[in-house]
């Protein structure tokens, strides 16, 4: 009860007297729950078995009660099957356990075979019409279960939720909800001021099909209409929303002041809206985000329109909305829904775009991968001609006062209109249509028909463009009409536009040094080696990330670096030799060290580190400065200088013969070597040439790394592929003290022995 309680515990405007925390009463048939719930609307009821609900009489009436303010702890039983129906699957007319739900805990339950129907009532759901006044709804799980009503509002948990009503940990699979009018859901129909977190939808099958006025359906994977609601860590898999009218998402179908957040919906989902009366506004996330904003988010689902404004994320972006660093990496197509289509929720027609979609068939298919994960991105092998366009890649459209920052879209967007003999460009990699509003910080790096844009389709009425990268070979933006006052810049495109106002010509081999994304700005970041080109998810800047088997390594970076607590870096200083070989010496860098110059690290974070524990080390950018050239010398200056790439190199033949570089701690040659991107090398005369140098007796070779406070470290050569060490004492062979001095048998103290530190006792 949430009304005033006396200080005798007892509500003074209802006479409920407050139960304490032991006061759970216990029941294990549905007569029990019925009978303790209809005589006390505030009873605390914790399930000791599974409840059939198909054991029920007509006698018991349609609900449980009328309003429940109480606990329904499930203690993890389930709820089975319909009111007083002799088949458990039968749907019933009216009929859910609550009628209402004021300030109630629901938990710890399952909920299957349960179906409801009405053709005179909105607000249909297995659990309650209505929920309010703080409701919280936790650990719960629908299967094939369903609501449908030819009204406004269904789903699993309720109808119509608000007033801070909480829903957490909640699973909805193999399920149907629908709507013959407003909102439907998988877990509520409409929703205001309530949390979601936590929410699963798996193999569900939503719609709305409002099919007499111009208002909207609404249909979502978790509500069709939500307003002042969160929505966080929420994932939908495989499964299709719909709409025969507009507003569809893959989250919330028609989102007002709403703020979603890590949410997900995969590549064997469907979000789709034929716009029957008016435009599409359809959306991986949500149909549309009036207001409110949408935070890393990402669709791979496919989405379908069959009227303007379709996104990987939204259909439209408006009223200030805020949609920042979310990823699409599905399928935006124009097409007619009949070309679309589904069956049940657990089946699907062949011919339909939605089954090839999910098979992959007559598609094609090529793998991508961002911040770590691959995705597979489709591009139909078919070309649908459009009736409508305003795709984007992100969004379908964005209006005055919105944002679209640090977005990515890596998926296809699928336009073929022409009207006449022109053809229509109004989609776009990024954003079909800006009527005002911003773009900023977005890449672009998808596959298209011809009729897309690479970063806007339509660019009208004041809109801002900037800091964004074109990786396709679509020009970037469309005119409407005029330019008027639209502003950007900072934009690169690996095409030039016809109006190259507000675009630079950039190229693969820029995008890939990592040049470019020090050029967009603090909003990007690009791991050398791992990306294959920036990305505007983070402030990082140029960096590189690499695993390591040993404390000690080369290294070469476009940017400059300066030793830290975590990395030392050690330049070639000189070259000594005596009777038992060559010394290279590094010396400690404590300076600024400049970009593009070869040298060698020693990693604090992988000193223990072996072949069977790898650590994972970053080289950060220390500056300002770039190069997209090794600060090497000609080979012909002669032997002993160390050599850098920023690319894979490799060595053979007699070439191999004079390569040096250090693996795992120790220094090594082989008659083929790779060094790999960002990694640096010597170059000096051969083994046998050194060995002929020295009566034919094996030199050793030694870098000798000299640290910041004087000591000194020595890694050995060893050379095994080309000329094994022979008439040596495996004990004693290549073992060196602190000073790179070699040792005999007799020394006692720390040796550097196939290059690790060993205490000799």
């Not at 040298?599 to 080289?619: G, T, Y």
Request: hydrophobic fraction near 30%; glycine fraction near 10%.
């Amino acid at each position: 009860c949430n009304h005033t309680f006396g200080s005798d515990d007892i509500c003074t405007e209802c006479g409920y007297k407050k139960q304490q925390d032991d006061d759970f009463v216990t029941v294990a048939s549905a007569s029990q729950m019925y009978n303790v719930l209809s005589g006390n609307a505030h009873a605390k009821v914790r399930l000791t078995a599974d409840i059939y609900l198909s054991d029920l009489g007509a006698d018991f009436g349609d609900t449980f009660c009328s309003t429940f303010y109480g606990i329904l702890d499930g203690d993890g039983h389930a709820i089975k099957g319909d009111h007083y129906a002799d088949n458990t699957t039968q749907r019933r007319n009216r009929t859910y356990l609550f009628t209402y739900a004021d300030g109630a805990t629901f938990k710890n339950l399952t909920f299957k075979h349960i179906n409801k129907e009405s053709k005179d009532h909105s607000n249909q759901a297995i659990i309650t019409s209505q929920a309010k006044n703080g409701c919280v709804f936790e650990n719960i799980t629908f299967e094939n279960c369903g609501t449908w009503t030819n009204h406004n509002n269904a789903g699993a948990a309720a109808g119509y939720a608000y007033d801070n009503c909480t829903f957490r940990n909640i699973t909805v699979k193999n399920s149907d909800f629908s709507t013959d009018c407003f909102n439907a859901g998988a877990v509520v129909g409409s929703a205001k001021n309530c949390t979601f977190s936590d929410i699963k939808v798996e193999n569900c099958q939503i719609a709305a099909s409002l099919d007499l006025i111009d208002d909207g359906g609404q249909s979502g994977g978790v509500a069709g209409n939500a307003e002042e609601c969160t929505f966080t860590d929420v994932e939908v898999h495989g499964s299709y929303i719909k709409t025969n009218s507009k507003y569809a998402g893959g989250v919330v179908g028609y989102a007002k002041n709403s703020e979603l957040t890590n949410c997900m919906v995969d590549d064997q989902s469907c979000v789709c809206s034929d716009g029957s009366f008016g435009d599409a506004l359809a959306g991986g996330i949500t149909g549309v985000s009036s207001g409110g904003a949408i935070y890393s988010c990402v669709n791979s689902a496919l989405i379908a329109i069959d009227a303007d404004y379709g996104g990987g994320i939204t259909g439209g972006c408006e009223w200030g909305a805020i949609i920042d660093g979310c990823l699409n990496t599905g399928l935006i197509i124009s097409i007619r829904m009949e070309e679309v289509e589904t069956g049940h929720h657990d089946t699907v027609v062949e011919n339909g775009l939605y089954y090839k979609y999910r098979t992959k068939t007559d598609m094609t298919c090529v793998n991508k991968t961002y911040q770590g994960k691959e995705y597979a991105i489709r591009v139909c092998n078919k070309k649908y001609k459009s009736t409508y366009d305003h795709a984007g890649g992100i969004a379908g459209t964005i209006q005055t006062d919105s944002k679209i920052t640090r977005c990515v879209n890596l998926g296809s967007v699928h336009s073929d209109k022409t009207e006449g003999d022109m053809k229509i460009y109004f989609s776009g990699g990024i954003v079909g249509v800006i009527e005002g509003g911003t773009v900023s910080d977005c890449l672009v790096d998808f596959l298209a028909i011809s009729q897309v844009r690479g970063i806007c389709g339509a660019v009208k009425y004041g809109a801002t463009i900037n800091n964004c990268l074109n990786m396709t070979s679509h020009l970037d933006f469309a005119p409407w009409d005029d330019w008027y006052d639209f502003k950007g810049e900072n934009n690169y495109s690996r095409t030039m536009d016809e109006d190259a106002k507000y675009t630079n010509k950039t190229t693969a081999d820029k995008i890939k040094s990592g040049e470019i994304c020090l050029l967009l700005g603090e909003n990007w970041e690009q791991n050398l080696g791992t990306d294959a080109y920036p990305t505007p998810t983070g402030n990082k800047g140029v960096y590189h990330t690499r695993k390591v088997s040993n404390e000690y390594g080369t290294v070469c970076l476009p940017f400059v670096v300066k030793s830290d607590d975590k990395i030392s870096y050690y330049s070639l200083s000189r070259k000594e030799e005596d009777g038992e070989g060559i010394k290279l010496v590094f010396t400690y860098n404590e300076d600024s060290i400049l970009e593009g110059t070869p040298l060698l690290f020693r990693s604090a974070e992988a000193k223990d580190a072996d072949a069977d524990n790898p650590v994972e080390i970053c080289f950060n950018n220390a500056g300002e400065e770039f190069t997209t050239t090794p600060r090497n010398k000609i080979f012909d200056a002669g032997y002993w200088d160390l050599w850098g790439t920023f690319e894979q190199r490799v060595f053979d033949g007699d070439l191999a013969k004079n390569i040096y570089y250090v693996s795992g701690g120790v220094i090594k040659n082989a008659k083929k070597t790779t060094i790999a991107p960002y990694r640096a090398w010597i170059y000096g005369p051969s083994i046998e040439t050194l060995n002929g140098s020295n009566g034919g007796q094996a030199k050793a070779i030694r870098f000798v790394i000299e640290d910041e406070d004087g000591e000194t470290t020595a890694l050995e050569f060893v050379g095994d592929d080309l000329v094994p060490m022979q008439n040596a004492d495996s004990r004693t062979q290549n073992v060196y003290n602190l000073s790179g001095q070699k040792v005999d048998e007799n020394y006692r103290g720390i040796v550097i022995r196939n290059g690790k530190k060993v205490l000799v006792k």
